[in-house]
T-cell receptor, first 113, second 112 residues
Framework: GAGVSQTPSNKVTEKGKYVELRCDPISGHTALYWYRQSLGQGPEFLIYFQGTGAADDSGLPNDRFFAVRPEGSVSTLKIQRTERGDSAVYLC???????????FGPGTRLLVL | AQSVTQLGSHVSVSEGALVLLRCNYSSSVPPYLFWYVQYPNQGLQLLLKYTSAATLVKGINGFEAEFKKSETSFHLTKPSAHMSDAAEYFCAVSGRTDKLIFGTGTRLQVFP
């Protein structure tokens, strides 16, 4: 079956612009996670959803970052007033429920110039 | 609080040699432990996971890991390396909250 998909695969933007990153989880998976991976580092947790609600958003670095999952399936990570330090690979993962194995998408590589 | 330390950012082995990638964890609750592999320009793929059942966990591609509570370790091993094993390997821990806390990764190189 289809895995987790993320669009776009690459995004180049200018400092101060707004960006949206999309994640399509595996069909039927109720839990969805966002991570950020900077160059040479391991992924860092940002936020996770159980259904439509954000169950834990403790990893969001500041209020420029926001994520939604309005229908409990597709999720969008939104970054306002982008900064060069936001450049990273943004990874999405989904699992059947929480406490189940997380399956990762290929990521969106964001470059802020 | 939970954390993971991976000793050695780069490991090089010859084809056919033993692979040993080290991971130590810290957790205030009984941990779930994971090893993921990341091939260039691909997403993370689960190799194996420990969830408090058997302490010796077997995964895909001939990898295995042993949970040692006394040493707070979860090292990854493979008896004989293949060229196709060259990749970045990440150890991760989670607790009740289910978010994964990753180490900084170990890049494995395999020489012919």
């Amino acid at each position: 079956g289809a895995g987790v998909s993320q669009t776009p695969s690459n995004k180049v933007t200018e400092k101060g612009k707004y960006v949206e990153l999309r994640c399509d989880p595996i069909s039927g998976h109720t839990a969805l996670y966002w991570y950020r991976q900077s160059l040479g580092q391991g992924p860092e947790f940002l936020i996770y959803f159980q259904g439509t609600g954000a169950a834990d958003d403790s990893g969001l670095p500041n209020d420029r970052f926001f994520a939604v999952r309005p229908e409990g399936s597709v999720s969008t990570l939104k970054i306002q007033r982008t900064e060069r330090g936001d450049s990273a690979v943004y990874l999405c993962a989904s699992s059947l429920t929480t406490a189940e194995t997380q399956y990762f998408g290929p990521g969106t590589r964001l470059l802020v110039l | 609080a939970q954390s993971v330390t991976q000793l050695g950012s780069h490991v090089s082995v010859s084809e056919g040699a033993l692979v040993l990638l080290r991971c130590n964890y810290s957790s205030s609750v009984p941990p779930y432990l994971f090893w993921y592999v990341q091939y260039p320009n691909q997403g993370l793929q689960l190799l194996l996971k420990y969830t408090s059942a058997a302490t010796l966990v077997k995964g895909i591609n001939g990898f295995e890991a042993e949970f040692k509570k006394s040493e707070t370790s979860f090292h990854l091993t493979k008896p004989s390396a293949h060229m196709s094993d060259a990749a970045e390997y990440f150890c991760a821990v989670s607790g009740r909250t289910d978010k994964l806390i990753f180490g900084t990764g170990t890049r494995l190189q395999v020489f012919p």
